[in-house]
């Protein structure tokens, strides 16, 4: 009896040669993988130097802005990985569980610490700026959850911010999560420094602007 022959499970569709299928799973991995390397700056030339960058200079209170109480600000928190100096970005359109660093741009600090000395020189510029052991004055905690550059394309890209603001002095005097975004006027690092920058100044005016509102004279 003759015996019959099973078509393999990896031949390709009638009519297309196996090297095309191939071939065309390798282009989409390729693309990726470029993708990947011009947006995290990995150029092939080991002497690419590092382009370090804080957030430029302060935008100070806006005109007409609330007048705040004296106000303490606790330390700014975030999570573990905006510890180090990286400045990282996702790729929302194809790779959106990745949260990956650029390779030769960093922060000059973690930019935990830059948002806090951001959001000290903004209360300080809204009204009286009191060392933490002032416990008469009322304390703004605020806690980083996120802070990326995120590409909805690989032309398009926007800051995203959120934080969780917390008021308290003797308890509890106000709790809110706020979030910003902002375009970035170029699609990479240095247009997300930009983006985040901006998104930064609007979610502290937020904030401020929120405590404004608390009784904080109580």
């Not at 000290?120 to 060392?131: C, D, H, I, K």
């Not at 004055?137 to 990326?148: G, I, S, T």
């Not at 910003?180 to 990479?188: F, L, S, V």
Request: net charge positive.
């Amino acid at each position: 009896m003759p015996r019959t022959r099973a078509t393999p499970p990896s031949q390709p569709p009638a009519g297309q040669p196996r090297h095309a299928t191939m071939r065309a799973g390798a282009g989409t991995l390729a693309a990726l993988a470029l993708a990947s390397l011009v947006l995290g700056g990995c150029a092939f030339s080991p002497s690419a130097p590092t382009i370090t960058y804080d957030l430029g200079p302060s935008a100070g209170a806006a005109p007409g802005s609330t007048p705040l109480p004296r106000l303490r600000v606790a330390q700014t928190d975030g999570p573990s990985w905006l510890d180090g100096n990286g400045l990282y970005y996702r790729l929302h359109y194809a790779q959106a569980e990745r949260l990956q660093p650029y390779a030769t741009q960093r922060w000059v600090m973690s930019p935990v610490r830059l948002f806090d000395e951001r959001l000290r020189e903004a209360v300080a510029s809204r009204g009286a700026l009191t060392w933490y052991g002032d416990t008469a004055a009322p304390a703004l905690k605020v806690d980083m959850l996120e802070f990326e550059q995120v590409f909805d394309s690989a032309s398009a890209s926007r800051a995203v911010i959120r934080v969780r603001a917390t008021v308290f002095r003797s308890g509890l005097i106000g709790q809110k999560t706020f979030v910003a975004e902002q375009p970035a006027p170029t699609a990479d690092g240095a247009g997300g420094v930009k983006a985040l920058a901006a998104a930064s100044d609007a979610i502290i005016a937020a904030i401020l602007d929120w405590a404004a509102t608390l009784p904080l004279q109580q």
